[in-house]
């Protein structure tokens, strides 16, 4: 039976945990068959994510040298979250959570089939990929928020560290194990082809979608308008010195990272490059990170039994320094695969631990709120990063882009100065009185 939770803000008794429309079937893995569903929808839907984050930089490197100009594509792609993601979660509070991922990825899929006949009859351009790259991005925000809001509603809470690592498993294995890869060899093959099979996997992920039964709209105390509810959840976010602080340190990681891989594709593909790898080469080596990922979401309940959450989420810090800075002292892609594997692994346990968290200690009615807020602060410096990349690519030249972020990387461990065992445990107590 799920408790309800007592929201400490308002101390107004918040909506069950779980649906009570959930599946009574037996199933022995626990999530429940709902669980199921949603997961195999969001492993095709990811996998079309993985193809196109790695396919728009591919094909825009066909179109231009520009390091600002590639970066860009980068930018356009994650600009929404900058923009859009606050109205993004009070839109998700206040809509049926998967009404509003059918419509998502309704929405992709259009935009990309139509680019994909547009590029078919030679009337692509860097312009028409940012123009893409963006409506994406957008249809990103309503459907990333609304995905990790609707978990809570569909299995118990304390199951919310398994059903995140089974979900972050499949969606890393198709974001970045299959789908890097597969862009690079659709790409080779045809640039209409790379942006047709994405619109494709989402119109599956949209079949799959409508077999998840049941009701997913948070009850509502009384109308309100959509400024109070923005503002409310980012207060709620704002006060809660954790979740700020973690919110603060993905956003700075997000920056260093997004910052190297916007100009990765220079410095790794083509015979002028300083690791000249072809495009397949090129999507092969980040599969080497995806890969850790894997394997770090299947393992990272066991890593916080053998680290505690404080010192995993720690090491975690040091291992993404790890991977942005390697490129600086290392060309051969095998080393540098080597790092990506390891710093993955330890990467995965961040975000288990931190997006169980945050949902454990999040009221249901604020969930879409705070998840957007949160990825207001994480995600917003993501098209900062990827611009500041290629500026400094252009003034220093690419190693010293990869130096310059490595070294930044280390100042995010003053971050672990709030994020101790004693802090998350008494955020829980506080989030279960």
Same mark, same amino acid.
Request: charged share 15%.
């Given at each position: ?34 669980? /199921? ?7 095709? *839907? ?8 790695? @396919? ?7 179109? $231009? ?6 970066? !860009? ?10 923009? %859009?993601?606050?109205?993004? +979660? ?9 009404? #509003?991922?059918?419509?998502a990825n309704t929405l992709r899929a259009g935009l990309f089939g139509a680019t994909a006949v547009a590029v078919a009859l030679d009337a692509g351009s860097i312009w ?64 209409? =082809? ?5 619109? +494709?996997? /989402? ?22 308008? &959509? ?6 959840? #980012?207060? %709620? &976010? /704002? ?5 700020? $602080? ?45 890969? +850790?990922?894997?394997? !770090?979401? =299947?393992? @990272? ?5 053998? &680290? ?7 090491? *975690? ?11 600086? =002292?290392?060309?051969?892609? %095998? ?45 917003g410096s993501i098209p900062i990063g990827a611009l500041a990349g290629g500026l400094l690519a252009e003034l220093f030249g690419l190693r010293a882009v990869f130096a ?9 461990? %003053? !971050?672990?100065?709030?994020? $101790? ?10 989030? @279960?009185?």
């Open positions: 039976m799920a408790s309800a939770i007592l929201d400490p803000v308002t101390g107004v008794e918040d909506a069950p945990r779980t649906d009570p429309g959930a599946d009574s079937r037996p199933d022995p893995r626990g999530l429940g068959g709902r669980f /199921w569903r949603l997961w195999s929808a969001s492993a095709v *839907s990811n996998l079309a994510d993985g193809i196109v984050k790695i @396919a728009l930089p591919l094909i825009a490197v066909g179109l $231009t040298s520009s390091p600002v100009l590639v970066a !860009g594509v980068v930018a356009a792609f994650s600009l929404p979250w900058l923009l %859009f993601a606050l109205p993004a +979660g009070a839109l998700v509070d206040r809509l049926d959570r998967r009404r #509003v991922m059918l419509a028409l990929l940012y123009l893409v790259a963006f409506g994406a991005g957008v249809a990103e925000t309503l459907y990333d928020t609304s995905a990790q809001s609707i978990l809570p509603q569909v299995v118990p809470r304390e199951l919310l560290p398994r059903a995140n690592g089974q979900l972050h498993a499949v969606e890393l294995a198709a974001n970045q194990f299959v789908g890097p890869p597969l862009a690079g060899f659709l790409v080779a093959a045809s640039a209409a =082809l790379a942006l047709a099979g994405p619109a +494709g996997l /989402w119109a599956v992920a949209v079949a799959a979608l409508l077999l998840v039964g049941g009701r997913f709209r948070v009850e509502r105390n009384g109308p309100t308008t &959509l400024r109070a509810d923005i503002a409310e959840g #980012v207060r %709620f &976010l /704002w006060r809660h010195r954790l979740l700020r $602080t973690l919110a603060t340190m993905v956003g700075g990681s997000n920056l260093i990272t997004s910052a190297i891989f916007a100009v990765l594709v220079l410095y790794a593909v083509g015979p002028g490059s300083a690791m000249r790898l072809t495009e397949p080469g090129y999507g092969l080596l980040l599969t080497t990170i995806a890969a +850790g990922i894997v394997l !770090g979401s =299947l393992v @990272a309940g066991r890593i916080e039994k053998l &680290l505690g959450r404080a010192r995993a989420l720690g090491v *975690s810090v040091v291992a993404m320094a790890a991977v942005v800075g390697v490129p600086a =002292l290392s060309t051969n892609p %095998f080393v540098i695969g080597a790092v990506f594997f390891g710093g993955g692994i330890l990467l995965a346990a961040w975000n288990v631990i931190t997006i169980s968290l945050r949902q454990r200690i999040t009221p249901d009615r604020l969930l879409g709120r705070v998840n957007s807020s949160y990825r207001l602060l994480a995600w310059i972020m490595g070294v930044l990387a280390f100042t995010l461990l %003053f !971050g672990m100065l709030q994020v $101790t065992d004693a802090n998350i445990d008494a955020a829980e107590r506080d989030a @279960a009185n």
